[in-house]
């Protein structure tokens, strides 16, 4: 597609189960991050994946938080054993070498 | 560490208002700054930047100047819209970290009413 698209738009699950987050990045974007919006605060960096190179895992939040790459393009982020507290909006982005951020539209989950 | 501080929301202006949201950035090297909207229901997207102190950036009549001497990069838009409201987010980005990563302030929410 013409943009990066996330699924599912809105994800609602019990305490305790687990969850994946899907993102495909813009055709041919090399880089890719995942970014968490929590209600009323910023953007929190998760996650950084540049094309084969090792991710940069140094925002994610505790080792429930997982996230993977395949074939340089899509990528899915894993939340296992989910708290209230990860309530939040997932963004995904991705970005051609150094140039321009572009954004999804994130996934909204809710932690019941 | 890099951080970003923006004033907090939410700004309610008439239509036609003079509109400034403040930006205070720390980076421990030479950053790029950023300006991103998020309109509702939609993804957050690159509004203007600049590349280095005294830069201009601008864009559907908003404006931002790179200030290092005061760290800052305040949004200025000299008569706001309605369709101008939208959650308003200021970004570095170091070159000295890994990835060019984005750091971002914590957004502040404008609301223009007619």
């Known amino acids: 597609g013409a943009g990066v698209s996330q699924s599912p738009s809105n994800k609602v699950t019990e305490k305790g189960k687990d969850v994946e987050l899907r993102c495909d990045p813009i055709?041919?974007?090399?880089?890719l991050y995942w970014y968490r919006q929590s209600l009323g605060q910023g953007l929190e960096f998760l996650i950084y994946?540049?094309?084969?190179?090792?991710?940069?895992k140094s925002g994610l939040p505790s080792d429930r938080f997982s996230a993977e790459r395949t074939g340089g393009s899509v990528s899915t982020l894993t939340i296992q054993r989910t708290q209230q507290e990860d309530s939040a909006v997932y963004l995904c982005?991705?970005?051609?070498?150094?140039?321009?951020?572009?954004f999804g539209e994130g996934s909204r989950l809710t932690v019941l | 560490g890099n951080s970003v501080t923006q004033m907090e929301g939410p700004v309610t202006l008439s239509e036609e208002a003079f509109l400034t949201i403040n930006c205070t950035y720390t980076?421990?090297?030479?950053?790029?700054l950023f300006w991103y909207v998020q309109y509702p229901g939609e993804g957050l997207q690159l509004l203007l930047k600049?590349?280095?102190?005294?830069d201009k950036g601008s864009n559907k009549g908003f404006e931002a100047t790179y200030r290092k001497e005061t760290t800052s990069f305040h949004l200025e838009k000299g008569s706001v819209q309605v369709s101008d409201s939208a959650v308003y987010f200021c970004?570095?980005?170091?070159?000295?970290?890994?990835?060019?990563?984005?750091?971002f302030g914590g957004g502040t929410r404008l609301m223009v009413k007619p």
């Open positions: 982005a991705s970005r051609l070498n150094t140039g321009e951020l572009f």
């Open positions: 055709s041919g974007h090399t880089a």
């Open positions: 994946f540049q094309g084969n190179s090792a991710p940069d």
């Open positions: 980076a421990t090297g030479y950053p790029s």
């Open positions: 600049a590349t280095k102190a005294d």
């Open positions: 970004a570095l980005s170091d070159r000295g970290n890994a990835g060019n990563m984005l750091t």
